[in-house]
């Protein structure tokens, strides 16, 4: 299969959207940057990792990841994952891609679970696999459907991939779910991709629970630093893994398709981690505060927009009431320099046509609210029509 058969569905609507004023679609945190990591960095009196990162090589990195950063980000994980169990990827998009070739046959069939981030999908599709996708349905709280799943399976199924916390949603998985699922993959020996990528941003941290790849042996744990942290400039994401087996085949498969990646990026990720709860808890003020403001909106335009109040991430999938798609209404947003992600993004199901996904993780959004809501008054009467 070609690369690039599919068309990729954000690039020609992101194209168009490099002057956009207003980026009321975003999903990673409030981008940190390196000069205020290095303050936070001395504050808590980092000095060796400033040093290191000022006189650090500019030589290749160890494959699979560094030592060091790979410590620092299994204490992430419970006793289950050491350094051992990580491999480093460049970003969790390369790191899903590559775990897809690494495990993956032709012929092979993958459950996908939907709407989800286009590349989880057309990974498994690009490693030649068959793909079933099994939809979460607002009607149902967007809760993964364990029946579902155990339907989709079939005698070649080798892949789940699902992505939890949820982007669009915002919906989190609880632990009971998370427990089933792993059952059903043990079961009948399949692996999961958790993509986990909006983890530690649970609005509510009584709610987070265990990765899965602490709770099961078959499952795959995908995170990067770009989404909790707003430090994708690290280019630094990984996988985590109890199976030593499956780790090797990821470490092979990086070697071969994505050598090089930055020593730069694992030094930083390193100081952000050692900051991460003073980031961390700066981006769920963010992201509070925002919700704040999105449910009061939503409340007193309940006649045009309904939703699922979002429990972690920093995205959520509005519905949409009024007469025309959301599609066109994300257009006509777009005229107004308002970026909203249309269901097209997410490649929806009919029943999920009126539903367009905003992102609320950036102190930018109270602006783009402002605008948007300016749009459906003046719309208002049209649409009442
Ligand atoms: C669900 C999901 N997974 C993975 C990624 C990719 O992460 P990275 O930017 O580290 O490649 C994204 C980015 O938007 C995402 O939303």
């Excluded at 057309?122 to 029946?147: F, H, M, Q, Y």
């Excluded at 709770?215 to 893994?241: D, V």
């Amino acid at each position: 299969m070609h690369l690039l058969q599919n068309p990729i569905r954000s690039e020609e609507l992101l194209a168009k959207t490099i002057d956009v004023a207003h980026r009321f679609y975003a999903s990673s945190s409030e981008p940190l940057r390196h000069s205020d990591l290095i303050k936070l960095a001395e504050q808590q009196g980092e000095h060796a990792l400033i040093e290191l990162f000022n006189n650090h090589s500019l030589g290749y990195a160890d494959n699979g990841g560094s030592l060091d950063v790979r410590q620092e980000i299994a204490q992430l994980y419970n006793d289950n994952i050491s350094a051992d169990n990580i491999v480093v990827f460049p970003g969790a998009q390369t790191g899903m891609t590559l775990t897809a070739q690494a495990l993956l046959h032709a012929g092979d069939h993958a459950i996908i679970v939907t709407p989800s981030y286009q590349s989880l999908e057309e990974s498994a599709k690009l490693a030649g696999c068959e793909v079933t996708r099994v939809a979460l349905s607002p009607d149902d709280n967007w809760r993964l459907n364990i029946i579902a799943i155990e339907a989709a399976i079939k005698d070649n199924t080798k892949y789940i991939a699902l992505n939890d916390p949820h982007n669009p949603s915002g919906a989190l998985m609880d632990v009971e779910t998370k427990t089933a699922l792993c059952k059903v993959a043990e079961k009948h020996q399949l692996v999961i991709l958790s993509d986990e990528v909006y983890r530690l941003l649970e609005i509510d941290p009584e709610e987070r629970s265990a990765s899965m790849a602490d709770i099961s042996k078959n499952a795959l744990a995908l995170s990067t630093m770009s989404k909790p942290w707003g430090a994708g400039g690290t280019g630094i994401g990984w996988i985590a893994c109890q199976d030593q087996t499956l780790c090797e085949k990821l470490r092979r498969a990086q070697h071969i398709y994505a050598v090089c990646f930055s020593r730069a990026g694992e030094i930083q990720t390193m100081m952000v981690l050692r900051c991460s709860d003073r980031i961390i808890d700066k981006n769920i003020r963010i992201i509070k505060a925002n919700l704040e403001l999105l449910e009061q909106y939503f409340a007193a335009n309940n006649d045009l927009f309904e939703w699922v109040r979002p429990k972690a991430g920093g995205t959520g999938f509005v519905k949409f009431k009024g007469p025309i798609s959301a599609n066109s209404l994300a257009s006509h947003l777009l005229a107004q320099g308002i970026l909203v992600f249309p269901p097209s993004i997410f490649d929806c199901e009919s029943s999920l046509s009126q539903y367009f996904r905003i992102g609320f993780s950036r102190t930018t959004m109270p602006g783009a609210l402002k605008a948007f809501a300016q749009f459906v008054d003046q719309q208002r009467t049209i649409w009442a029509q």
